[in-house]
């Protein structure tokens, strides 16, 4: 139950935006297609870093002999800490003019092959239920009205981080563009911030 109607959310939210882009732009449908391409792209990207974070940050905490945590702290501060050591490792790419998108996707796949033959994809599912249960058990202890004011706010949250950002005059910036110039300049280059407004 609880799984389509988050299901129902995300579709009827994608629905909403997506038709809001509809009726204002009015894009042809090949156009289309290659949109929703490079929307799967992302996301497919975006699950494949989580899951090399994952790996990674779970190697630093064996590496710093914290091994002994719980499944659900090696999840979060796993990951946290892997996707950190995924900055960095971009930071050293643009610093030695090697960022190249072919190069980010080869060091991807290369992670991403390195850490399901080294079983991290069954690491990541026990931990994954690990959370779901003490979730579950957290969860429990709310009365009714609590929970659904609780869901409302973190799906209120999550539905945020989907729409462009109107109160950050540099968000588009700093997350956008200057990658984006990064990338073009194959590192990075003492020039000029290319403000837009």
Known sequence: ?????????ILLW???ILG???????PGLLRTFSGLVDTLWTLVTAALLLFNAYGLGTRILFWLRQESMDETDRLLLGTGIGLGALGLLGLAFSAIQFARAPVFFLVLIGLTIFFVFR???????????????RWNLSFSQYNLFTKVILVL???????????????AFDAL?????QPARVLQDGG??????????
Do not use: C, N
């Not at 882009?21 to 009015?26: A, C, N, P, R």
């Not at 079983?119 to 249960?133: E, Q, Y």
């Not at 910036?173 to 563009?177: I, P, Q, T």
């Open 153 to 167: 706010l973190l799906l209120s949250s999550f539905l945020l981080t989907l729409v462009p950002q109107f109160e």
């Open 14 to 16: 994608t629905g909403i």
């Open 1 to 9: 139950m609880k799984r389509s109607i988050a299901v129902v959310s």
């Open 20 to 26: 809001t882009f509809y009726v204002v732009q009015k």
């Open 188 to 197: 990075l280059q003492p020039v000029d911030v290319p403000h837009f407004w």
């Open 119 to 133: 079983k991290d994809l069954g690491k990541l599912r026990t931990d994954l239920s690990a959370f779901a249960s």
């Open 173 to 177: 910036l700093y997350h956008l563009a």
